[in-house]
């Protein structure tokens, strides 16, 4: 097993590379679509379709209306989803080495869990302590990481104020043009 858990580092690495390059050019190169996240999104609109197919007009309206807020928070979630995963695939095969990480003594534990554990501790910077990197390659990770959480977590504030206003602004685009047609 120890041979194949060095197959998670490139893994990892390749998931953290993909969370930044969908988070810049979703938010940071607006002029250039992000293929995932709007590959996410299509489906996410497909979905929410599909379910308003079967509704009443009233309801399907409702459903519909959901859609850019489930986007949004969908995108935000995918890319937190794909740091944390990305992180802890990193360090999965380390996490269980004295002489690279310091586990507080609670028992039998999971290697997987315990570096989704941590992974998930340094993104969102909470960093109850029990898990503690003891090398400096995992603690410039985990201080990486906690850098990628602010920073993603900051840009999801802005593209939710770049994308709100504009949702605003088509809405009452679309009513006026159906005013204009009723």
Do not use: C
Not at 51 to 75: N, S
Not at 95 to 100: R, T
Not at 130 to 150: K, Q, S, T, Y
């Amino acid at each position: 097993m120890q041979g194949l858990a060095w197959l998670t580092v490139p893994i990892g690495l390749a998931l953290i590379g993909l969370a930044m390059l969908d988070v810049f050019l979703t938010v940071l190169h607006v002029q250039v679509e992000s293929p995932i996240s709007n590959q996410l999104n299509r489906r996410l609109w497909k979905l929410l379709l599909a379910i308003g197919r079967w509704l009443p007009a009233r309801a399907r309206d409702e459903v519909l209306g959901w859609g850019a807020p489930l986007m949004i928070g969908g995108i935000l979630v995918f890319w937190s989803i794909l740091y944390v995963v990305g992180f802890a695939l990193v360090y999965l095969p380390f996490i269980h080495d004295e002489g690279v990480f310091s586990l507080g003594d609670v028992g039998a534990r999971s290697a997987v869990g315990d570096a989704l554990y941590f992974s998930g501790l340094s993104f969102f910077t909470l960093g109850y302590g029990d898990i503690l990197p003891v090398h400096m390659i995992p603690r410039l990770l985990a201080i990486l990481e906690a850098a990628f959480g602010l920073t993603t977590l900051s840009f999801s504030v802005t593209y939710l104020l770049s994308v709100y206003p504009l949702i605003g602004r088509k809405m009452g685009l679309a009513e006026s043009l159906n005013q204009e047609t009723a």
